[in-house]
């Protein structure tokens, strides 16, 4: 990779989502090859294969213990595995925690790991600790626009706030890593209607700002009307996978997963 001042700006390009000069496929950013990862005797994830692509949003869905969380915690660098799991082509066993986020991976966890005792406004400044200040400020322009109830309660304690808030707040501060790759696992997990549309229309306008997202989900129709493409998973194993178009005809999964 060239570490001139033209290829800072061909990085920056492919960050924000173009193609090549030859006008060809998008870059991939995330990709897993016969992916294994156990605890002690039990696998979890079983031969997986999984690619992401430059400006994508890809689900994994699948009922809980299926692996997606392994998956998600595997490629950010938290567990050991077998197999291959790449990052703009470098093995994630080889690059460190912090490395992957400087390179543009956040990760937003199931646990939303919020700081309870501080308020909304240092969450998102802590979001941002890689950043410089022009760009912490943006950050947070941005956050509001796409959460104003954040905006409302800036001063308001984490722990202080509902269910949803808090992950809206999550989500706002995986945001402020200006991430190009964005881990979202679980994100509607037991919230009301009123925010997951909060969460629905925010999708687009991240991917607008050149963000490639994962997201994980349990809840088979949100993942279904906002992925680019799906992965099923079950015990750890990849069963079927497509667009959601694909996915809505598949018998199985109308069955299984959407009630018929």
Known sequence: MSTDADGDADIDAERAGETDAAGGEPDTV?????????????????????????????SLIGPNGAGKTTFCNTASGFLGY?????????????VGQTE????????????????GYMDVEDNLELGGYLQDEAVIE??????YELFPRLDERREQNARSMSGGEQQMLAIGRALM??????????????????ILQDIAEALDPIVDRGVTVLLTEQNVTFALEHADRIYLLE????????????LKGDDYIRESYLGG
Do not use: W
């Open 30 to 58: 995330l990709e897993a090859e016969d992916l294994q990862v156990s605890y002690g005797k039990v696998t979890a994830l079983r031969g997986l294969d999984v690619t992401i692509t430059e400006g994508e949003i890809v």
């Open 82 to 94: 077998d197999g291959s799991v790449r990052y703009r082509g470098r093995e994630v066993a080889r």
């Open 100 to 115: 992957l986020v400087e390179e543009g991976m956040v990760h937003c966890t199931e646990e939303r790991d919020l700081f």
């Open 138 to 143: 943006d950050r947070k322009e941005f956050v």
């Open 177 to 194: 890593g200006d991430p190009d790759l964005l881990i979202l696992d679980e994100p509607t997990l037991g919230l009301a209607p009123v």
């Open 235 to 246: 015990n750890g194993e990849a069963v079927r996978e497509g667009t959601p178009e694909e």
